[in-house]
Every structure is written in C-alpha cells, then in structure tokens.
C-alpha cells in the first residue's frame, strides 16, 4: 500500500507520542518533530507508510536513547492479555464453531493499540475484548470477510506461516493458533520483528504469551511496525517465498504485504481511515481478506469437510 496525504499527520502523531513515551523532555520532542518536518518533503508516496514509521522509530530512539521505549507498555499487555487468557478458551470451547470463534478473537486482539498509553488504559481495553459478544452471521456476512474461503484454502495448507502484530494481541494469536495445531494439525511459524519497533511484538513477547509452546517463534529480521520485505532476512525471505499459506496480523502489515502476489490472508480490524479506504470497508469492520488469490470455493461441500461443523449463525 503507498503513501497517502492522509498519512502525513498520523506520522506526527507516532513521533510525538513515541517520544513522549521515552521520556523526551519538551526540546527533544520538538527536535524530533522539526526532523521529520525535513524528510517529509522528500519522502516517496511510492513507498510503504511503514517506512516512514520504521524512520521515525529509528530517529526517536537516536535522538533520546531509548532502544525500545515501549518495553513497558508491550510487558503489561502481555500480562493483563494473560489473565484473561482461560475466559478466551472457554469463548472457544463453548462456540458452536471454534476455528470461526478463534479466528473473531485473534481479530479483536488487534485493539491493542499503541495508542493506550498506560495499565489502566490497557487493561480497560482488554476487559472489554474479552466481555464483548460478537454477531459471527453479521461479520461473516461482511464481503471483507471471507471465511469460507480462509477454511477452504487452510484445510489444504500444512504448514502456516503466521505474522505478528502487537505485543499484548500475541495471546489473542495464541488462542487461534491452538485450534490450527490442535484441531487441524497445522504447523505454525510464528513470526516477530527482529528489533524494537513501537509495540510490535518481539521474540521475547511471544516466548512470555506461551506460543513457543505450540509454534516455532521466528524473527523476519526487520526493524519495522509491518513486514517490510526488503529490510527482512534472508531466511525469512526464504520462508516467505515457499510459504503454503499467510496470515497476516494488524494494519501495518497489510500495509507493507497488501500489494504482494502470495497466499496471504489478512486478519485486522480496519480502524483507520485510509486503510479502510484502500480496502473499501467501514472504520472498525473485521477483515478476513486475501488479495491475490482466485480460488473457487468447491459447490460440492469441501469446505464444510474437518473437524469442526461449519456454523457461522453463531
């Protein structure tokens, strides 16, 4: 996905609040501020909004001597995303259809924003994820949500290679990826940031939220808020490349990924405007989408084949 005009203040925004959440006194805030008011001009619309967010994080951390400011705020995620953990297997366990559940629930985790800026902020946040009830025949109904096609297409995967978002959001995966390994015997590469990258999940998040107990936990390489390709490694490359299937987590990865030609399939709650633009959907609405590829759902019945009885009435 390029870089819209719409972009230009959402960037400010990152850069201010990330460093006010290092700890930058009021000089250095404006210094960050006046810096990217310098690269902005020249900055290519060409591009991926998550460079220009990989440049910010990198001038930030320079300019306050932070390498990962948001170390706190991904912990406490990651702590109170935990102790809700048993509520959000019993959503599962009790639903009429597990994988449909786990797969709204790994969705909904993608509210763990950096915009929540402190313990309180985040915990309301997660108490509310887990207590809402979701209508799963209205969001499957949403053309932006292809479930259908997401089951068809997984029952003929075996191995998933599965992108991270946000630290916090890690155990909202780790619900979904239990039924992919559990119930459909899926192997799951579990992939990280390989630097700090605002409150983008890294190895640590995952290996703390549990999920190198079901998945290998991999990094990309890359030091940006999305997957952006020609900053990741070799090995990723590799991995990416041979991948049967992609899931895809959060806005910043569909920014970096949305234009690629591969089995992806994008899971995020659309809650900015010029994504929900680019998309065609409403603000807030649940994306289960895959861009490139043209698979039919088979008329005989095959995607209602597996372990579980497809019912998306709910």
Excluded: W
Excluded at 173 to 196: A, C, F, H, M, S
């Amino acid at each position: 996905m390029r870089t819209y005009l719409d972009c230009i203040p959402c960037f400010f925004r990152q850069a201010l609040q990330a460093a006010r959440i290092s700890g930058a006194d009021l000089e250095i805030q404006k210094e960050v501020l006046y810096n990217l008011s310098q690269l902005v001009p020249d900055f290519s619309y060409d591009t991926s909004p998550v460079e220009m967010g990989r440049i910010i994080y990198t001038m930030v951390s320079k300019a306050t001597g932070k390498k990962d400011p948001y170390k706190e705020i991904k912990e406490e995620s990651n702590r109170l995303a935990l102790k809700i953990y048993p509520e959000l297997k019993k959503k599962v366990r009790e639903s009429d259809n597990p994988l449909l559940t786990a797969v709204m629930l790994a969705i909904k985790g993608n509210l763990i924003d950096f915009n929540l800026k402190d313990s309180q902020e985040i915990s309301s946040e997660i108490d509310r994820i887990a207590s809402h009830n979701f209508d799963l025949g209205a969001i499957c109904s949403n053309k932006h949500f292809n479930y259908q096609y997401f089951y068809q297409y997984l029952l003929k995967s075996k191995y998933i290679l599965y992108l991270a978002d946000n630290a916090g959001e890690v155990v909202f995966d780790r619900i979904l990826i239990e039924q992919l390994v559990d119930d459909y015997k899926k192997n799951i590469l579990y992939v990280v940031k390989g630097k700090p990258a605002l409150n983008n999940a890294l190895v640590d998040d995952a290996i703390y939220c549990g999920i190198n107990n079901i998945a290998k936990v991999i990094s990309c390489g890359a030091d940006c808020p999305g997957v952006l390709l020609e900053e990741c490694s070799s090995e990723f490359m590799r991995l990416f490349e041979e991948a049967e299937m992609i899931i895809s987590k959060g806005q910043g990865n569909y920014e970096a990924l949305s234009e690629e030609s591969s089995p992806i399939f994008f899971l995020l709650i659309a809650k900015c405007p010029v994504i929900a633009k680019h998309i065609g959907c409403g603000i807030g609405d649940f994306i289960l989408q895959n861009k490139s590829l043209k698979l039919e759902i088979d008329s005989s019945g095959e995607a209602n084949k597996g372990k579980e009885k497809e019912n998306i009435s709910g």
